[in-house]
């Protein structure tokens, strides 16, 4: 049996309201599945997903906002106890920013190489 072309059909008719898709449409479950995959290959371990955990109560969130700001507090007391740190970094960043190496990772190793040397 021949079809149409969806120029040929009828208004209103299916083929000439939705477009054809080129690649099979994924399902919820295998875009959880994809988003599992990548949680683990990003992190290197499993990680469950968010919706598969069970809604925090008003208690554990406030318990984990509190230790965020508790952590956040150390962090911010640690570096202000090394003031050099936001000096070496925004240097570093410069100097990228300024060179645009090919591997900035590797540019900025040996930029800290440098400096290890320099201060020896």
């Given at each position: 049996k021949e079809s149409l072309p969806a120029s040929q059909h009828p208004p209103g008719h299916a083929?000439?309201?939705?477009?054809?898709?080129?690649?099979?449409?994924?399902?919820?479950?295998?875009?959880?599945?994809?988003?599992?995959?990548?949680?683990?290959?990003?992190?290197?371990l499993a990680v469950r997903m968010a919706d598969s955990q069970p809604p925090l109560s008003f208690e554990q969130v406030n318990q984990l906002k509190a230790k965020r700001?508790?952590?956040?507090?150390?962090?911010?007391?640690?570096?202000g106890?090394?003031?050099?740190?936001?000096?070496?970094?925004?240097?570093?960043?410069?100097?990228?920013?300024?060179?645009?190496?090919e591997d900035p990772v590797a540019f900025a190793k040996e930029w800290v190489a440098a400096l290890d040397t320099a201060e020896a």
């Open positions: 083929s000439r309201l939705a477009p054809r898709r080129s690649k099979p449409h994924r399902t919820a479950a295998a875009s959880t599945r994809v988003g599992a995959i990548l949680s683990r290959s990003a992190h290197g700001a508790d952590v956040e507090d150390g962090l911010r007391a640690w570096v106890a090394h003031p050099e740190l936001r000096r070496m970094m925004s240097d570093l960043v410069a100097a990228v920013l300024r060179d645009k190496p």
